[in-house]
C-alpha cells in the first residue's frame, strides 16, 4: 500500500499524478478533489448548525460535498434516496443540504483558509438501512469505522485488484448506502483507484465498459442475476480483474453465469449498513462457505450470528438477523433470516419462514411477503416469481388457483386465518438502484398509483421531477412480454397527472394535445426526468420526458373550461 492515504488526509493534497475519477472521458485529478472539498469546505463553514445532508447522483460531486462537510467539521446525512416521504423525515432533521435536494447550498467561490486532517473519531456520517425489511433507519458511522473496513479491503483483495497496474471502477450502485460509500468513494480515494463516475444502468453497458482495460465491477445481485448471453463479453473477459457483489445473496445460477460470461466468479461480501463488512466468499472457489474480513469476530448465540470487529463503534458483540452454521475450519454458512415477524390476526407470523414454505411449493422461484394496507385493514400479500410448474398453472388454469394451490400449501405449516389474501406474480422482483427489493417498491405492486417520484421543482409556471421507472410497474403489463417499454399515452396521462399536482389551478377539460414527438423509448430500469411548463394565458402545457439517453418525449397539451 505504498500509494495509500488514510481517510483522514484524503481531502488534502495528494501525491503527484493521482488521479481520482474519470468523468465523461475527463481524468480528473487529486488535485482538483482537494480544491473541490476545500470550496465546500468553505461553503459548509458558514452554516450555523452541525448537520449537512448530502445527495447526489454524481459519485465524484458526492465525495467533495462529503469531505468538504467533514472538513468543517459537520456530520454528513446521507439520504439513500430524495423520495417526497424520505424528503419529508430529512429536511427538518439538517440545518442545510447539498447536491440533488432542495434549497442546496453551493461550494464557494474560492477556498478558505487551508485544510488540516480529519479526526478518526470526531468526523461522522449518518447512514441509512436500505428498508429491505421495514422502514429505513437512521445509523451513525465514525471514519475510523470507514478507515478499518477499507484497509481490510484494501489487505485482501489489493493485490489482485493492482496485479497488472491500478483498474478503474465501474458501477451499478449508489454511493448513497454503506456499500456504495466504502467501495466507490473511501476505498478508491484511499488507495488511488480512479472511479468511472457514470453508472452502469444496462448489460449491454456493462459488457462495452468492462475491458479491454483493468476494470472492476462494483455491482449487486439484481444486476448480475440478467446478464444476457447474447452479449460480446470478450472484452470484459480480457480486463475485467474482479466482481463485486452486495446487498444480498447471489443465487448460485447466477454467479455461475457471471463467471461463465465474464470470466470473474463474483465476489460476494456479506455484511449490513450496520455491521458493516463481515465475510466474503467466492462460489467457484468456496461453495457456500464464507471467510470473515480481517479483525472480524464471529460466534452463534443459539443458531443466530453475532459479530464484533472494528467495523462496529464500539467493543461490544452485535446480534444480526441472520442464522448461521459454524464449519470446522473457522468458516460459516449463512441459513436464512431470523426476523421479519408480522401480526396478523392477533397472531405472531414469520415472513421468512412463510417465503420458505412459498419456495418450497416447487411452484415459485422466489417470493416475498409483507403487508400492506386494504379497504378492510392491513392483510398479509405475497410477491412471487412463478418457477416453470408455476408458470404452467397461470397459463392453464389462471391467477386464481394458483393462489389457491399456494395458500393449500400453506396450511401445512400455518393457520387458515394468517394465510395471504393478496398476490403478485413478476418474471423477477423490482429493485431499486441498490438493487434491494424494499418494501415500498413491492407495496407500489399492491396500490393503482403512480410511480415513485422525486420533486425537483415545484413553482409556477415551471415544474420538474424524476420518476424511478421499474420493469414491475402494472401500466408495462402486456406492453411488451419481455421486453416493457413505457406506452406513450402512460406518459401523457402522467405529465398532465402531475401537472394538476404542480399547478392547481389548470382547467378542468383536456381539449387536444399539440406536437407530440416520441424520440426514442423509455425501457425501464430508468430514472426519467420530467420537465413542465404552464402557461396560464394560453391555456396550455408543455412537457418534455428526458434521462440519461437523451430526450424520449415531449409536448403541448391545450386546456379549457369548455370543450
Not at 405449516?413 to 394465510?419: A, K
Request: proline share 8%; with cysteine; aromatic share 8%.
Amino acid at each position: 500500500m505504498t500509494d495509500w492515504l488514510s481517510l483522514t488526509r484524503v481531502g488534502l493534497a495528494g501525491p503527484a499524478g493521482r488521479a481520482v475519477a474519470v468523468r465523461n472521458g475527463e481524468l480528473l485529478p487529486h488535485a482538483r478533489f482537494a480544491a473541490d472539498v476545500a470550496r465546500w469546505q468553505a461553503a459548509f463553514a458558514s452554516v450555523r448548525g452541525s448537520r449537512i445532508a448530502v445527495y447526489f447522483d454524481d459519485s465524484y460531486d458526492f465525495a467533495c460535498a462529503l469531505f468538504g462537510a467533514w472538513h468543517a467539521g459537520k456530520v454528513a446525512v446521507l439520504p439513500g434516496d430524495a423520495q417526497p416521504a424520505t424528503l419529508e423525515t430529512l429536511l427538518p432533521q439538517v440545518d442545510a443540504c447539498a447536491g440533488d435536494l432542495p434549497g442546496s447550498l453551493r461550494p464557494a467561490a474560492e477556498a478558505g483558509a487551508p485544510l488540516s486532517p480529519l479526526d478518526l473519531r470526531e468526523t461522522l456520517a449518518v447512514i441509512y438501512t436500505s428498508g429491505s425489511s421495514g422502514r429505513p433507519l437512521a445509523l451513525q458511522k465514525r471514519l475510523a469505522q470507514l478507515e478499518a473496513e477499507v484497509q481490510h479491503l484494501e489487505a485482501v483483495f489489493g493485490a489482485r485488484l493492482d496485479e497488472d497496474g491500478a483498474p478503474s471502477i465501474h458501477s451499478t450502485v449508489s454511493h448513497q448506502h454503506i456499500y456504495g460509500l466504502l467501495f466507490l468513494v473511501a476505498w478508491p480515494l484511499a488507495a488511488g483507484r480512479v472511479v468511472a463516475v457514470e453508472k452502469i444502468a444496462y448489460p449491454e453497458q456493462m459488457a462495452e465498459r468492462l475491458g479491454p482495460a483493468p476494470s472492476v465491477l462494483v455491482s449487486s445481485p439484481a444486476h448480475l442475476r440478467r446478464l444476457p448471453e447474447g452479449l460480446d463479453w470478450t472484452p470484459a473477459r480480457g480486463g475485467l480483474r474482479s466482481i463485486f457483489s452486495s446487498g444480498g445473496p447471489l443465487p448460485p445460477e447466477a454467479s455461475e453465469q457471471a463467471h461463465a460470461l465474464t470470466g470473474q466468479s463474483p465476489i460476494e461480501v456479506y455484511g449490513s449498513s450496520e455491521t458493516g463488512g463481515v465475510a466474503w466468499r467466492q462460489r467457484a472457489l468456496h461453495g457456500d462457505a464464507w471467510t470473515p474480513l480481517p479483525d472480524v469476530k464471529w460466534r452463534l448465540k443459539d443458531d443466530t450470528l453475532c459479530v464484533k470487529s472494528t467495523h462496529l463503534d464500539g467493543d461490544d458483540w452485535w446480534e444480526t438477523s441472520d442464522r448461521a452454521k459454524a464449519l470446522d475450519d473457522g468458516r460459516f454458512v449463512l441459513q436464512g433470516r431470523a426476523d421479519r415477524i408480522a401480526k396478523v390476526a392477533e397472531k405472531r407470523v414469520s415472513l421468512v419462514a412463510m417465503e420458505e414454505a412459498l419456495v418450497a411449493t416447487g411452484l415459485l422461484v422466489e417470493a416475498r411477503t409483507l403487508m400492506v394496507e386494504d379497504t378492510l385493514g392491513p392483510r398479509l400479500a405475497v410477491v412471487g416469481v412463478p418457477s416453470a410448474a408455476g408458470t404452467e398453472l397461470l397459463k392453464t388454469q389462471g391467477k386464481r388457483a394458483l393462489n389457491d394451490r399456494l395458500r393449500a400449501e400453506l396450511l401445512r405449516g400455518f393457520e387458515r386465518v394468517v394465510l395471504p389474501r393478496r398476490f403478485r406474480y413478476l418474471r423477477e422482483l423490482p429493485v431499486n438502484t441498490q438493487g434491494k427489493a424494499t418494501e415500498a417498491l413491492l407495496s407500489m405492486l399492491f396500490k393503482p398509483e403512480l410511480p415513485p417520484v422525486q420533486w425537483r421543482d415545484r413553482r409556477l409556471p415551471q415544474a420538474a421531477l424524476s420518476l424511478e421507472i421499474v420493469p414491475q410497474l402494472r401500466v408495462l403489463e402486456g406492453h411488451f412480454p419481455g421486453a416493457p417499454v413505457l406506452p406513450g399515452v402512460v406518459q401523457l396521462d402522467w405529465a398532465i397527472a402531475f401537472a394538476r399536482q404542480a399547478f392547481p389551478g389548470m382547467p378542468p377539460r383536456f381539449l387536444r394535445v399539440d406536437q407530440l414527438k416520441f424520440q426514442q423509448p423509455v425501457l425501464p430500469p430508468l430514472q426519467l426526468e420530467l420537465a413542465m411548463e404552464w402557461s396560464a394565458e394560453a391555456g396550455h402545457l408543455s412537457f418534455r420526458y428526458s434521462s440519461q439517453h437523451g430526450a424520449h418525449s415531449s409536448g403541448r397539451v391545450m386546456f379549457g373550461d369548455r370543450p
